[in-house]
């Protein structure tokens, strides 16, 4: 059973341009969250989602950030118009609903994690 | 808002040395703490999960400790290894205010262990 798996695993953008980071959860799960870790921090949380529901984007900036989570196909965490400050690691998560239907963040695999740079 | 905190940054010991690396958490109404290792370039590793009722949790040569009433945390290390040098993070469950609890981790500990 493979991992969670993020692509690109490096990207660099310029100023101004758009970064699309993938997240393919681990099979059977339908829950993915996405982190953020700026350098010299820790991971904090932006999204959690649910195939094709959002379920808490309170950690989101609220501009040229978005995320999705379509019915088919992997997460994906847009970045438009990249700033420098963008610059970071970006983890993604991945769990499964648990016996019963409830929903752990207990239970949370995590995927390698894309390193973006903007210049 | 909870906020974690981990002590020392970083560390270097000895082979074969025993450690203790701390955490702590200022809203102590948590229902459980985790600790994950990571690895450069790349993601997380769960090590421990400790729920309010357990006092501590143990795996190998790992051991973790959670005092509720003080906001505390440890992480011991018996016989430390080179192996074991990575950065570990300490994360505690805190209500994001829209709906869900999520992890909130802190800035972690850089561990080296020299041969």
């Known amino acids: 059973n493979a991992g969670v798996m993020q692509n690109p695993r490096h990207l660099v953008r310029r100023r101004g341009q758009e970064a699309r980071l993938r997240c393919s959860p681990m099979?059977?799960?339908?829950?993915v969250y996405w982190y953020r870790q700026l350098p010299e921090e820790g991971l904090k949380f932006m999204v959690y989602?649910?195939?094709?529901?959002?379920?808490?984007e309170s950690g989101m900036p609220k501009e040229r950030f978005s995320a999705e989570f379509p019915k088919e196909g992997p997460s994906i965490l847009r970045i438009q118009q990249v700033v420098r400050g963008d610059s970071a690691a970006y983890f993604c998560a991945s769990s499964p609903i648990l016996a019963g239907g409830f929903i752990s963040t207990d239970t949370q695999y995590f995927g390698p994690g894309t390193r973006l740079t903007v210049l | 808002k909870q906020e974690v905190t981990q002590i020392p940054a970083a560390l270097s010991v000895p082979e074969g040395e025993n450690l203790v690396l701390n955490c702590s958490f200022t809203d102590s109404a948590i229902y459980n703490l985790q600790w994950f290792r990571q690895d450069p370039g790349k993601g997380l590793t769960s090590l421990l999960l400790?729920?309010?009722?357990?006092r501590e949790q143990t795996s190998g040569r790992l051991n973790a400790s959670l005092d509720k009433s003080s906001g505390r945390s440890t992480l011991y290390i018996a016989a430390s290894q080179p192996g074991d040098s990575a950065t570990y993070l300490c994360?505690?469950?805190?209500?994001?205010?829209?709906?869900?609890?999520?992890?909130?981790f802190g800035k972690g500990t850089k561990l080296s262990v020299i041969p």
């Open positions: 099979k059977g799960h339908s829950h």
């Open positions: 989602l649910q195939k094709e529901n959002i379920i808490d």
């Open positions: 994360a505690a469950p805190a209500y994001s205010g829209a709906g869900s609890y999520q992890l909130t």
């Open positions: 400790i729920q309010s009722s357990q």
